[in-house]
T-cell receptor
């Protein structure tokens, strides 16, 4: 689907350790996003990118950083993981769908557990 | 803070009935509106987008938009058990096409 893959799919890590999640796309899309999904909160935007080295904060960016050194890769780093960051993380790209309409395509998600 | 509100549900309808899902949003500057379907344990997938006031139909799905009332809805006609999923309303209002999502409505279609 739109050539977007996330890795790892599942991860268990200890409190206080750094963790990096990877999002890789193969279709040269400019816009990429990281969301987290928690019960009762829906999807919340963490960070997004509008080009190589161009990133900005979303609604819930505290404790997270991102990097985009190549068009195809968007990395999300939890600098020092906490239990409140246990969540499912989705990467998305904004792509042209159905003529002139843009929509998101999501990766398969990463289920992160911080113990 | 931009907000998108949905009926939390769960919503149950019998097979063949019309399912009606509702969403309101707070940012009057919002331009684009989307409905995503998410099966349990899967990623969201786009099913409808709407940009102007009125109705937009695609197969069994109809999206309705009323910008004056800041209201978006999704109707699913002839509901099928395979429609059982969580439906997410999303609103775009940023220069980088950022989406703000509602918390979703869980729909169950009973055979």
């Amino acid at each position: 689907d739109a050539g977007i893959t996330q890795s790892p799919r599942h991860k268990v890590t200890e409190t206080g350790t750094p963790v990096t999640l990877r999002c890789h796309q193969t279709e040269n899309h400019r816009y990429m996003y990281w969301y987290r999904q928690d019960p009762g909160h829906g999807l919340r935007l963490i960070h997004y990118s509008y080009g190589v080295k161009d990133t900005d904060k979303g609604e819930v960016s505290d404790g997270y950083s991102v990097s985009r050194s190549k068009t195809e890769d968007f990395l999300l780093t939890l600098e020092s993981a906490t239990s409140s960051q246990t969540s499912v993380y989705f990467c998305a790209i904004s792509a042209l769908m159905r003529a002139t309409n843009y929509g998101y395509t999501f990766g398969s998600g990463t289920r992160l557990t911080v113990v | 803070q931009k907000e998108v509100e949905q009926n939390s549900g769960p919503l149950s309808v019998p097979e063949g009935a019309i399912a009606s899902l509702n969403c309101t949003y707070s940012d009057r500057g919002s331009q684009s509106f989307f409905w995503y379907r998410q099966y349990s344990g899967k990623s969201p997938e786009l099913i409808m987008s709407i940009y102007s006031n009125g109705d937009k139909e695609d197969g069994r799905f109809t999206a309705q938009l009323n910008k004056a009332s800041q209201y978006v809805s999704l109707l699913i006609r002839d509901s099928q058990p395979s429609d059982s999923a969580t439906y997410l309303c999303a609103v775009s209002s940023g220069s980088a096409r950022q989406l703000t999502f509602g918390s979703g409505t869980q729909l169950t279609v009973l055979p």
